[in-house]
């Protein structure tokens, strides 16, 4: 049975499914190709709760939620990458120290780690160096030099016993390396498992029959060969816009010309890194610039951009419908927020 | 036994204390007098779990953390009003949308509702009412008018439906007066028993023996006379600077009038409202002005310039000591993060 065919039977089949439960040789087919492509996320439960490495995710999570390391005290990580917004900040494009507007939209943290790159130009290796180039970068933490920003840190009582317990045998642990370490160490732990890994780990009931034909669709259509792997994204580059400008598709008429400025390869002209779809239906807006503001719609010009495909309205349902399913519960120790060393409560 | 010679002779009765227990007359004594001038702080349970009030309290959580209302996307209460640090922001003065920066210091959010009055002036009557001009204040969220913050948070979907929720039987709920009534209703939970709480209402062992001695120092030199009832403080007006002008004491330099420039009275000038001292060891910097860092330099300051005392090193310890007594734990609702409606989400 094709899949055009047994969408437009579902009606007729629902009453029927209820009764006897999900179409079983379908969930195992569809199971077998998506884990061709995709692959389960798996918490990351490595570091035993007294080691050092829990003791550098500690006191990321500290450092992840303060302010005072910024130039102008109000910028953390969670500024723009707020536990209530999912891990992003419902801008078009971030604001960061001194309301320097950043140049690109702000992803969620959620799952950032397992990217092979960061940054929409992927000009920033890992979460820890992303983290360490915040602290000095504009429209960051905007802080004019490393040396300004550790002074902060430091002045903070608490922070340098902390730093020299979560790395032991440094003479000076307040370093920017160690600040990214650590801040990297923490958002390692951000990772969501969804109702996707449920189904994908056997759980036929995990997805709805709508998320299950949107990640069929997914599939066939040639989303996948792009969003692949543990991130469904994150795992290479790819030019945006290859049907036709993707400008014109968002409506937002600005060229930004993506890794081409880091690299000045042609190759790379609009060519950004491919994001992680995780959490992707609680992070509008949408896109590098954040120009479209609701999925669907983000559903419709990727189709139309990448594979010069126009969308039937059932097609769109059904792939907001499996990315939906790519939503997980935030981790307790990012919905929970961490109390900081109190600035100047010693004597 | 006075109180100097007690403390005096406290090293010596060290281990003999720890054997038979706190000195339970002296305990009984502290606390009627203590009750005399102080009220223990309750937890507000008054809210049914399907009751409108709690539904307003669970809007108004929504709203409190969600920066999409302000002018620039990036100021929600919890901007100035931080959990992780016990709802103020560790800035001398705040800084709002657009990077405008607030003429004072932020107060904790956290018991800001037992207080007689809002802000340092006295120019809020409520929470509700401080909440709801929030929206339009420059410093703030800095939306031009009314209209438009309530345009901004008309089009986040799900606020309209959980607007007419809180508010059954409105025609069109989602009001500026809502607004402020339902973060009133959220920050009206925000309260934080303490140590001194525990001691109030009998527990002997609640606040340590340098923190009985504090909290007996802080009613016998004076600063009981306007800090006390249940939020120690928050009950009056009172001229900062009473033998000194304040600016010289704390070093700032710079002059703020106070509630004169609300009532242009000649009575008012310099005065401000007594805050609650509640949780002010987590709350630094200090006054209207965040001109001092330390707990303990605050003490000296306002010993010196409201009662014309020098205070010995100990006295300031005991009396940094009480104070640390009146730090109570988050409420849970306020250092776990609620997920907030997603912009753009729908179809």
Known sequence: MGYRQLVLTLPVLGALVFVIGPIRAADTELRAQALSIFRPLLKNTSTTPDSVASRQVRLGRLLYFD??????GTVSCAR???????????????????????????????????????????????????????????PSYGNPS?????????????????FAQAFPGQTDAVTPENWGKAVGAYVRTLVTPSPFDGFL??????????????????MQIGCAGC??????????????????PYWNATGSGTVDKGRYDVTSDAADIYVFKV?????????PPYFHDGSVATLPEA?????RVQLGRTLTELEVRDLAAFLESLTGPLPDDFATIPTLPTAGGGR
Chains 1, 2 share one sequence.
């Open 227 to 244: 969003h692949n792997g543990a991130g469904v994204g994150g795992t290479m580059y790819q030019k945006f816009g290859v049907t036709e």
């Open 80 to 138: 723009c990458h707020q536990p209530a917004l999912y891990g992003a900040d419902g801008l078009p494009k971030s604001i960061g120290a001194e309301h320097r507007v950043h140049p690109r939209h702000a992803p969620t943290v959620l799952n950032a780690a397992i990217q092979f790159v960061q940054h929409w130009r992927g000009d920033r290796t890992s979460v820890e160096d992303q983290a360490m180039k915040a602290l000095v970068a504009p």
């Open 146 to 162: 490393y040396e300004s920003a550790i002074a902060r840190i430091k002045a903070i009582p608490g922070y340098p016993t902390l």
């Open 67 to 72: 302010p005072r390391a910024s130039a102008d």
């Open 275 to 283: 994001p992680t779809l995780r959490n992707v239906a609680m992070t």
């Open 201 to 218: 780990t056997g759980d036929d009931s995990a997805m709805s029959t709508s998320a299950q034909a949107g990640l069929r669709a997914f």
């Open 299 to 303: 559903v419709r010009v990727m189709a």
